[in-house]
Structure formats: structure tokens, C-alpha cells
């Protein structure tokens, strides 16, 4: 049987002067590839990102991240320590499994204070530290959603193996596909909507800026016009 809620989104949702899909760029961890060579870059292709930040890592190039900001990228929010699983050992010391929704919101809170100070802005999206929605373990375990959906427009994943269906996706925790090291083949396939009738919303993901990443952008702002 038809699923009401996919019926019923599809209904109220009109694709924007008839597009099937749309596409967003984003790049997490205000890495200094981003501003030393992604700004240059997309300001040639005349493509307008969102940078998901961490506030230590933008004084270290406050210079060009305020440049970011004046070229009208978008700026999210990405934690102030960016949590995440112990299972992995670079994130022992600030595990999410230690972590309780208190210390979550002060995650969140503290960024949002910090960026506002030094760029100026308040950022309107979040995006989740590798992807992770938990806090706690076992018998504790807590998601964070609702925590992002008081405070932000979007909460973007990542690792996710699927684009958005704006008429039924919940933007506070949309999926977000990553295009590291992927070659533009590679991406176009994987942005295909699995019918013409499909609408998507594509949030690409990724970290450095480098060879393929220009490639990629370059190619990418192409296709776009044409999406």
C-alpha cells in the first residue's frame, strides 16, 4: 500500500521552477586548505559553499575565514571539540560516550558564541561531528537531535548513502553523502535520483581542498546549471 506520509509530502512539496535536484557543497573542520586554496578556487567558479566550523581552527586563520564570510559563504556550526566515538583514539579525551546531553548543548551553545564573536555570524546549520547522533552508552544512550533541532535550521550527517527527499526528510538530521576522493564520474553516479519522478536534495561532504576536490568543484558547478 501507498505510503500517506511520502503521499501526502509529495503533494505539498513543488520542485523550484520544475529542477528534479539540487545540490549543496559544504566542507567540515575549517581546515586551511579550505580558506588557503578552496576560497580562490570557488570564488573562480562562482560557487557559494557552507564551511562547518570549529572555532579553534578558525583563529588559527581568522583572516580567511573572515574572507569566507565577506564572499558570502555560509558558516555552521560543527562543536567546539568536535566529539566524537572513542572507538576511535584520536577522540578519546572528548568521546561521545562520555558525553551527556548537558555537555552536548554546551557543544553546541559554545560554538554558536564563539563564532558569532569572531566571524560575526550566527550559524543557522549543524553539522554532526563524523556523523554522530548519540551521547552516553548502553542503558544512557541519548540522541542529540532534538538538541539541534532547538537551536538550528539544518543538522547535516555525514557517511549517509542517500540524498534528501525534501518532501518527507527531517532537515534536523539530514543525510549527507561524502565526496572525498571520489572523481566527478564517481560523484555523478552517485547523485543520480533513482527515478525521473525523484526530487532529491544532495548534500555533498567534504574535508581538504585538493587536486580532486578542484577538479570535482569545477566540474560539479557545471552540471549544476544544468541539474
Not at 192 to 217: C, E, M, Y
Request: glycine fraction near 8%.
Amino acid at each position: 500500500d501507498p505510503n500517506p506520509l511520502v503521499e501526502e509530502g509529495s503533494k505539498s512539496f513543488h520542485r523550484p521552477k520544475g529542477k528534479r535536484a539540487a545540490v549543496s557543497l559544504s566542507f567540515d573542520d575549517a581546515r586551511t586548505s579550505q580558506v588557503e586554496r578552496g576560497l580562490v578556487l570557488l570564488k573562480k567558479e562562482g560557487v557559494r559553499v557552507t564551511f562547518f566550523v570549529n572555532p579553534e581552527h578558525v583563529k588559527k586563520r581568522l583572516a580567511g575565514w573572515k574572507q569566507a564570510v565577506a564572499d558570502g559563504h555560509e558558516i555552521g556550526n560543527h562543536s567546539l571539540a568536535h566529539p566524537c566515538t572513542g572507538n576511535y583514539p584520536a577522540f578519546l579525551q572528548n568521546a561521545l560516550e562520555n558525553y551527556d546531553l548537558r555537555m552536548m548543548a554546551h557543544e553546541l551553545d559554545g560554538a554558536n558564541d564563539q563564532i558569532q564573536k569572531l566571524l560575526g555570524v550566527k550559524p543557522t546549520p549543524f553539522a554532526y561531528s563524523c556523523g554522530l547522533k548519540f551521547v552516553g552508552r548502553r542503558l544512557d544512550v541519548r540522541s542529540y537531535v532534538p538538541l539541534v533541532a532547538e537551536r538550528f535550521i539544518v543538522g547535516r550527517g555525514y557517511l549517509d548513502e542517500s540524498p534528501n527527499n525534501p518532501a518527507v526528510c527531517d532537515l534536523s538530521q539530514a543525510m549527507g553523502t561524502p565526496f572525498d576522493d571520489l572523481d566527478f564520474t564517481q560523484m555523478k553516479k552517485s547523485s543520480k535520483t533513482p527515478s525521473r519522478k525523484a526530487s532529491g536534495l544532495f548534500l555533498l561532504v567534504t574535508k581538504s581542498v585538493n587536486d580532486i576536490t578542484k577538479r570535482q568543484t569545477s566540474m560539479l558547478s557545471s552540471a549544476c546549471v544544468t541539474t
